[in-house]
């Protein structure tokens, strides 16, 4: 039992209106808010060892919390709050992403600087966060943009480019013309090429920029992704994708008036079915062509469709030479090649690639065969007779064909020869992945630290002149740093002499690459973070955010930490032990948006209805990982239960609940055991355990939808007792604060009020998680056996149209029964029914075993464990009162030999038998 003392840290003062049963929200929320604030509720000490590190993705400052930020940060800190009460030390920091060019833009509409912009939003944002009751040490507040973080920016690419692994070079890069900024690869989306942020259709251009070699790291990335056991399989694929590692061979074809052309390929076992050879439109003959041929350029520039649900493609009119069989193959322009996937060129083998099959169909290219499959018996040099590949591609490895000196071998091992045996034809492993491409052409970011000297070309500044900052904002089109002519002149670190400032700045996905080990020292100034602390608090146990970011953010996020682990002494080589990614909110389907006009304010929700009420409907609307729809109904839904909540505990509390005279219903005895006040008391207890048992596992897995519905059905329970009979105090008041604590991570404000109207000590945020006293198998075949039983007493009543039953007598199924189930279950015996009747207790009820032992035969495959006779007949007369309340009739729970046998030969494990009588 909890303490009954009351804390001397707590507040004062009660908003609860015991009138009513509702309350002040603003106030409660507001009063609790500041009493966790005074008292450091959230706060993680320095000394704390491997506290559970909780975190959802620090949000971009845009000023107004969205309904995505809410679900996001309620699941985060709903487990944290769990964990805490479990015992664990827990670290759940928040921070803000805050450069990027959205600041810029805004700045300059509205003739501000993005920086007194930026922190505006961030004081709005941070005053929402506190008013949804969020359990954050603010103590451990990171901002990107101030230079005390954005100067260890700096200083972790002056470490990458001392291990080689920051380099500038001229290349092609993604270029937004609305953003005016270069895109990383991974910030194109789509086949169609559109910028993530505005939608524009991006373009190529050549830039020196500075790059991150992440391709360096590109095998480990790939290999360990099967270890992040708790990361999604959806976003763990998305990542095998992106790296994209394909092994293969390297091989050249040679095209007219082109010299030679390199295609990469995994099959190169099929050289000899090659019948056409085609490139990518952005491929450099492509453009060459599209110079020259008004056909292919029109193609290229307004035909191509990368996306479309079939291949296209522009005949050339040129050749390019087999190097496998010397033949000629027309070459097209095809718009189902992609620049970014190995060359950009390939010879098609329609015969065995989906894709090939259909541009030859459409294009009218020959489809030759020369793999087949391998038949079951094959004898290893019998050739195979070759497939029928006119209408669908064969596309397995087989037996090679129709090719020559290789015709007969298995194709694994004609690869080999092939790469081996064609002079131009080498092994090789290509990736997907490029290099990380970090400048951008934009002032809201944190300056590169290199300055340009014409004597020694591009120079780091040194660590001891770190933080580069940012100079004042000037409103311009184009970058505002090219302008800024002051900052950008200085001296080279190296000779002394005139230099300029580079002017691009990071990508702002540096930022959040690290962030995450920030938190764990964030006002440490000689360092990044503290190797030793980090190497206790990290990795990350349970980190939350959008699904969006899994080939960005959290690619680069694992590249980092994999750098750093190389190169500063992390241990951890991952920084996210555990991921969820989690659903939408929509509203009548869709995603919410502004430009669509279907926004629902969190703001609005909290001042009508209380910042519970929302935290509560976001967890109970669906499994966090799930989008949902947004219902105004669900809502009030939430409020209500509230009100019940606050209902139940404030008439206990204030001792209006019946604690003595039993108040039976007309026909009930109350002297009847199965019914009276114990038994009764005996469910509840058993309710209270079973509640515990199945919310901390689900709680554990992040399950909050169920885990709540728990508490509900509790609390339901609860009020059933008070409403049914005198309710023991003691049981009752377990009961109501069991529901408090299961329900205090997601609505802790009024958790807090109503643990103290019972008079607890202390904030209930820090008060045990209750421990079960059943496990959860036990609770739920409790569970099972009295629905079932309800259920088969609803049926019977109705099918019989019985209006006023006058006693109901529940069976309890006899143990020879119970034994039969025990052996189904463990018997892998053909003939069950043999088996059972080698038991002499079940053989010695005739006919009766037989026929359960039919039954028995007939469900094996669905059959599951029940109570025992013992623990059946026990739960069975501690949920009577249930049966009582519905159908107003005296209940008698029986064993076997207390009835007919005509009645008890109906009952079976798990479903007793009913006989009613009217």
């Known amino acids: 039992m909890e303490s009954l003392r009351a804390g001397p840290a707590r507040p004062t003062g009660n908003f609860l209106s015991m009138a009513d049963h509702d309350y002040d929200h603003t106030e409660v929320e507001r009063r609790w808010q500041e009493a966790w604030a005074d008292a450091g509720a959230y706060q993680t000490s320095d000394e704390a060892t491997d506290p559970t590190y909780v975190l959802g993705m620090y949000p971009y400052p845009s000023g107004e919390l969205h309904m995505g930020h809410v679900r996001n940060y309620t699941i985060t800190d709903a487990y944290a709050r769990f964990r805490r009460m479990r ?106 090429e559109l910028c993530w942020r505005c939608d524009t259709p991006v373009e190529t251009r050549e830039l020196e920029q500075w790059f991150l070699k992440i391709t360096e790291y590109a095998d480990e990335l790939l290999e360990v992704i099967d270890d992040l056991e708790g990361w999604p399989d959806s976003v763990r694929q ?33 050289i000899y079915g090659a019948t056409f050879f085609a490139l990518a439109p952005d491929h450099p003959v492509s453009q060459e062509l599209a110079a020259e041929d008004p056909a292919v350029r029109r193609f290229v520039e307004e035909e191509a469709d990368p996306e479309g649900d079939e291949p296209n493609g522009v005949a050339t009119g040129l050749t390019a030479t087999n190097p496998a069989t010397g033949e000629e193959l027309p070459v097209f322009v095809a718009d189902f090649v992609l620049s970014e996937v190995g060359t950009g060129a390939l010879y098609g083998v329609p015969a065995h690639d989906d894709r090939d099959h259909a541009f030859a169909t459409k294009m009218g290219v020959d489809i030759v065969p020369v793999v087949a499959p391998e038949p079951d018996d094959w004898d290893g040099e019998t050739v195979p007779p070759t497939p029928d590949v006119q209408d669908a591609a064969y596309t397995e490895d087989g037996i090679v064909v129709d090719s020559g000196d290789y015709t007969g071998l298995r194709s694994a091992e004609a690869r080999e020869r092939l790469t081996e045996d064609i002079p131009s034809a080498a092994f090789e492993t290509v990736y997907r992945l490029r290099d990380w491409g970090i400048s951008r052409q934009r002032y809201w970011g944190t300056p590169i630290p290199v ?31 090219d302008e800024a002519d002051e900052w950008k002149r200085t001296t080279c670190p190296d000779c002394g002499g005139d230099a300029t400032r580079e002017t691009d700045t990071m990508d702002t996905f540096v930022d959040s690459s690290w962030y995450f080990l920030r938190y764990v020292s964030p006002d440490l100034v000689d360092a990044p973070f503290d190797v030793d602390r980090a190497n206790d608090w990290m990795p990350v146990d349970q980190y939350v955010g959008g699904i969006e970011h899994a080939v960005m953010h959290l690619l680069y996020a694992r590249f980092f930490t994999k750098v750093l682990a190389d190169h500063e002494g992390l241990e951890d080589r991952e920084p996210f032990v555990n991921l969820l990614a989690q659903g939408m909110v929509q509203l009548e389907g869709e995603k919410m948006s502004k430009s669509k006009g279907n926004v629902v304010s969190p703001q609005a929700i909290v001042a009508e209805y209380g910042a519970d009420t929302a935290r509560l409907f976001m967890m109970q609307a669906a499994q966090p990982e799930r989008d949902f729809d947004w219902s105004d109904e669900g809502v009030r839904s939430a409020y209500a239960f509230l009100g019940r909540l606050l209902e139940t505990v404030q008439t206990f509390a204030a001792g209006d609940v019946e604690r003595e005279a039993h108040r039976a219903s007309d026909g009930a005895s109350a002297e009847n055991p199965s019914t009276g006040p114990d038994a009764v008391a005996g469910y509840v207890e058993s309710e209270i355990d079973a509640a515990v048992a199945i919310a901390t596992e689900e709680y554990d897995d992040l399950t909050f939808n169920t885990a709540l519905r728990e508490a509900q059905d509790l609390v339901a329970t609860l009020r059933q007792y008070r409403d049914y009979t005198a309710v023991d105090p003691e049981v009752f008041e377990r009961g109501l604060a069991t529901a408090l604590k299961l329900l205090a991570p997601v609505t802790p404000h009024v958790c807090e009020e109503l643990w103290e109207a019972l008079g607890y000590e202390g904030f209930v945020v820090d008060a045990e998680w209750p421990e079960p006293a059943a496990d959860r198998e036990t609770a739920e075949m409790r569970r099972r056996l009295v629905e079932n039983t309800r259920e088969d007493v609803r049926q019977i009543v109705d099918v019989a149209g019985i209006d ?73 007369e501690a949920a009577a009162w249930l049966v009582e309340r519905e159908f107003d009739a005296e209940v008698r729970v029986l064993s076997a030999d207390e009835t007919d046998e005509d009645v008890v030969r109906k009952a079976e494990p798990g479903r007793p038998a009913i006989d009613i009588e009217e």
């Not at 000297?453 to 184009?478: K, N, Q, R, S, Y």
């Not at 037989?850 to 464990?865: H, I, K, S, V």
């Open 804 to 876: 006023d039953p006058a006693r109901i007598d529940i069976v309890v199924t006899p143990a020879w029964k119970h034994r039969a189930l025990s052996i189904a279950i463990d018997s892998d015996a053909p003939n069950l029914i043999g088996e059972l009747m080698g038991h002499d207790e079940i053989r010695r009820h005739g006919d009766a075993a037989a026929d359960y032992g039919q039954d028995l035969q007939a469900e094996r495959e669905a059959l599951r464990e029940a109570l025992d006779p013992e623990a059946e007949h026990e739960a069975l």
């Open 87 to 192: 015992g664990d030390e827990v670290l759940h920091p928040m921070g803000w992403d805050a450069f990027g060019l959205p600041a810029e833009n805004a700045a300059k509409e509205r003739d501000t600087n993005p920086g007194d912009w930026t922190f505006e939003c961030i004081e709005r944002m941070r005053s929402q966060m506190e008013a949804m009751g969020f359990g954050y040490d603010w103590e451990r507040e990171v901002t990107t943009c101030r230079p005390r973080y954005y100067r260890w920016n700096q200083w972790l690419f002056r470490r990458f480019h001392e291990e080689g692994l920051a380099e500038r070079r001229d290349a092609a890069v993604n270029w937004c013309p609305s953003c005016e900024t270069v895109l990383a690869d991974e910030q194109v989306e789509g086949e169609a």
């Open 451 to 481: 300055v340009h000297c014409e004597a020694c070309g591009p120079v780091l500044v040194p660590e001891e002149d770190l933080p580069v900052e940012l100079p004042e904002f000037i409103h311009t089109t184009g970058n505002p740093l």
């Open 238 to 270: 998305m990542q095998r994708n992106w790296i994209g590692r394909q092994e293969g061979s390297r091989v050249e074809f040679s095209i007219e008036g082109h010299g030679s052309v390199e295609a990469f390929t995994t099959r190169l076992d099929t």
